[in-house]
């Protein structure tokens, strides 16, 4: 409990000292990215794909970010780099807090439920487009950046409130902690 | 109170960036381009060494040599900093070199053209690392 605290704090203070920007030109840009390449690709497929290798680059990019400014140093330890992604990491980029829930028991697998995320206000989704996952972009960034951590992971929208769900869920798979690249 | 030099080694231990303080540091401005890579990948070696040898992630964060001192900064995500500087500045490295990780986060990887493997050459980058290591006391 203490170390949840402890992160709230420091999210809080790291929070308070970042330029901000008007949440919804935020939510207009990524509008825009993702009509932008609905119209240029052919398929919605491809479209999820693109998201998915933006937010990789963003994550990989973001996570220094976040050290530096956090001084936080964590380990590639699973439950406590989910806690600093929820707690800090879409607290100072996104001002909301995702729930984690649903650990398996060996700690390698857990669910993120959004509420409400700027991203996504304003959106209805056509049904031309139900197999489209507007926070694709989202599930990038966490790979991304537990992927600069060394540990590779498996993201998947298993509910999306777009399309009726109560929250989105983000599925977060641990598959492989990656030792070996530190020490070749 | 000087600090002499500063680099910055890649996940793979490429050296991405080095800058001599040269006004302040005319003897360490004297060791050519070549030479400071090599120093760099000895010092990459002997880190990766100190890693293997104590099972520990932090490896050589000090070393102590004459007048002076190196600091060594290894991040989460694989990057190493370290810097070079007189002794006298030594209780001042470990908060530069957070100002060093600071500037690099905001200036270098906010940058969508640049690549994190490649060298940094930024202007910016280079002109507020000289500022920060000067108002080192």
Same mark, same amino acid.
């Given at each position: 409990?203490?170390?949840?605290?402890?992160?709230?704090?420091?999210?809080?203070?790291?929070?308070? !000292?970042?330029?901000?920007?008007?949440?919804?030109?935020?939510? /207009?840009?990524?509008?825009?990215?993702?009509?932008?390449?609905?119209?240029?690709?052919?398929?919605?497929?491809?479209?999820?794909?693109?998201?998915?290798? /933006? *937010?990789?680059?963003? *994550?990989?990019?973001?996570?220094?970010?976040?050290?530096?400014?956090? *001084?936080?140093?964590?380990?590639?330890? /699973?439950?406590?780099?989910?806690?600093?992604?929820?707690?800090?990491?879409?607290?100072?980029?996104? *001002?909301?807090?995702?729930?984690?829930?649903?650990?398996?028991? $060996?700690?390698?697998?857990?669910?993120?439920?959004?509420? $409400?995320?700027?991203?996504?206000?304003?959106?209805?989704?056509?049904?031309?487009?139900?197999?489209?996952?507007?926070?694709?972009?989202?599930?990038?960034?966490?790979?991304?950046?537990?992927?600069?951590?060394?540990? !590779?992971? !498996?993201?998947?929208?298993?509910?999306?409130?777009?399309?009726?769900?109560?929250?989105?869920?983000?599925?977060?798979?641990?598959?492989?902690? /990656?030792?070996? !690249?530190?020490?070749? | 109170?000087?600090?002499?030099?500063?680099?910055?080694?890649?996940? @793979?231990?490429?050296?991405?960036?080095?800058?001599?303080?040269?006004?302040?540091?005319?003897?360490?401005?004297?060791?050519?381009?070549?030479?400071?890579?090599?120093?760099?990948?000895?010092?990459?070696?002997?880190?990766?060494?100190?890693?293997?040898?104590?099972?520990?992630?932090?490896?050589?964060?000090? &070393?102590?040599?004459?007048?002076?001192?190196?600091?060594?900064?290894?991040?989460?995500?694989?990057?190493?900093?370290?810097?070079?500087?007189?002794? @006298?500045?030594?209780?001042?490295?470990?908060?530069?070199?957070?100002?060093?990780?600071?500037?690099?986060?905001?200036? &270098?990887?906010?940058?969508?053209?640049?690549?994190?493997?490649?060298?940094?050459?930024?202007?910016?980058?280079?002109?507020? &690392? @000289?500022?920060?290591?000067?108002? &080192?006391?």
């Amino acid at each position: 409990m203490s170390r949840e605290r402890n992160l709230a704090k420091i999210a809080e203070s790291t929070f308070s !000292k970042l330029d901000k920007v008007h949440s919804e030109i935020f939510t /207009m840009t990524y509008g825009a990215i993702v009509t932008t390449l609905v119209e240029d690709l052919d398929n919605v497929d491809e479209v999820n794909a693109q998201l998915d290798k /933006m *937010g990789h680059n963003i *994550g990989e990019r973001l996570v220094d970010e976040l050290l530096a400014k956090t *001084g936080l140093n964590p380990q590639p330890d /699973m439950r406590y780099v989910m806690e600093i992604v929820t707690r800090v990491g879409f607290r100072i980029y996104l *001002g909301i807090t995702p729930t984690l829930s649903n650990w398996n028991a $060996d700690s390698t697998t857990v669910t993120l439920s959004f509420r $409400d995320s700027a991203l996504s206000d304003w959106v209805e989704l056509p049904h031309t487009l139900d197999d489209l996952s507007y926070f694709q972009l989202v599930c990038g960034v966490i790979r991304g950046a537990l992927e600069m951590l060394g540990m !590779k992971v !498996k993201c998947t929208i298993t509910a999306d409130k777009l399309k009726g769900a109560q929250t989105t869920d983000i599925l977060v798979e641990l598959q492989e902690v /990656m030792q070996a !690249k530190f020490y070749n | 109170m000087v600090i002499h030099s500063l680099f910055i080694l890649s996940q @793979s231990g490429n050296l991405i960036y080095n800058q001599v303080f040269q006004e302040r540091s005319p003897e360490a401005s004297k060791i050519s381009a070549n030479d400071q890579i090599l120093l760099a990948s000895v010092f990459h070696g002997f880190h990766t060494m100190g890693r293997a040898i104590d099972g520990s992630k932090s490896g050589i964060e000090k &070393v102590y040599f004459g007048e002076c001192v190196l600091e060594c900064r290894g991040t989460p995500t694989g990057l190493k900093l370290f810097v070079i500087a007189d002794r @006298s500045s030594a209780d001042a490295l470990t908060k530069f070199l957070s100002a060093i990780y600071e500037l690099l986060a905001d200036i &270098v990887l906010k940058n969508p053209f640049q690549s994190l493997q490649q060298p940094i050459r930024s202007e910016l980058f280079t002109q507020s &690392v @000289s500022k920060t290591a000067l108002a &080192v006391k």
